[in-house]
């Protein structure tokens, strides 16, 4: 099976998994959706994304760091080409397929071979490949040439060429076994004994079997919590009725889609504050009427302001995140989402505009 028509039979399989603090991979084995541990950050809950899954919420029930696997629970349709784990013996130099999200490029894959079938790292063998991965593949699935999971894609080599390291595939049939043994949710594995732990069994962060600080159980126990700057830019989105955590990128950037238009807010590093949307592109005509609309209502707006890069026109709210109030913010990106789709249709529709196309699967 070529690598095109491998991606097309198992795309609903693959899942794109966002938390604050990174980006990766998951992909379905069993209803459940199988990604590594690291990707999760410690936290409860991710937000994941997929052909045929919304952006929303779903539970890790299973966070192991020993073998960095999680296990997340969402109630999704059973894809129609499911993903089966392989019972083959891996070989040097088979043909393997990687499949992820590297960077946020949705559905990249790559081909590569097994350098080395078995790479003792630790106490673990890794299935050692040449196909590139990248940050954001973490936790994706590595395919045979039948489309077989050989392994979960969990690190690289940095600075190295197409050095990277798969779990095989059994390992996680060895911990599903386990975790479905036990028939409850909100699993951890310690990392020392290798026990299983039910989370309400865990006493100031030790694990009740051997007494090893559990550093999942501290970060699950915390969750994740802004300050500063990026709490008042959630609480201004939280009294807009936006849910926080899908519109969240990261902990300095977030999105929101109303109608046509797409909103982006970045908090960075310099303090600047900006909220903007991408609205339409300059047309071969009409130029100078569109500079004048947009230089004459520029003088009527408040909190907002039009710009043009590159061809496209932005509406855009800046403010420095030390003069931002919850009050004031508030208003202005409210205004903004208000606006950005009126804005849009005018200048489509009057000035003959060009529309801009937003990625559905960004």
Known sequence: MNTQLLLETYIEN???????????????????????????????EVVIKAKHIPRSIAKVIYDDSYYDLAFLK???STPKNPLLLSQDKIENGDTTIAIGHPYGLNYTTTE????????????????????????????????????????INTFIIQNANNLGFALPSHYLQDALMDFKKLNIENIIRCPSCKNLIQEKDI?????????????????????????????????ILKSLDINVDLARRSQTSWRVDKGTS?????????GIVIADTKLCAIPEVNIEQIYDFLLEENNNLSYLQFSINENSIYLSYLVIDSSLTKKEGSIAIAKLIKDANKYDTILINKYGALRQKIDTED
């Open 262 to 270: 797409r909103i982006n807010i970045n908090n960075y590093d310099n």
């Open 74 to 76: 969402y109630e999704f």
């Open 14 to 44: 693959i899942i794109q998994i966002m938390t604050p603090y990174a980006s990766g991979t998951g992909f379905i084995i069993n209803n459940l959706i199988i990604t590594n541990s690291h990707v999760c950050s410690g936290l409860k």
């Open 203 to 235: 006493k100031n962060d030790y694990c009740p079997k051997c007494g090893v600080k559990l550093e999942i159980a501290k970060l699950r126990r915390k969750g994740y919590n802004p300050i500063g700057p990026t709490k008042l830019i959630e609480d």
């Open 112 to 151: 590569g071979i097994v350098s080395k079938s078995s790479r003792l790292m630790g106490d673990l063998e890794y299935i050692q490949i040449d196909a590139a991965i990248n940050p954001g593949n973490s936790g994706g699935p590595l395919l045979n040439e039948k489309g077989e999971v050989t392994g």
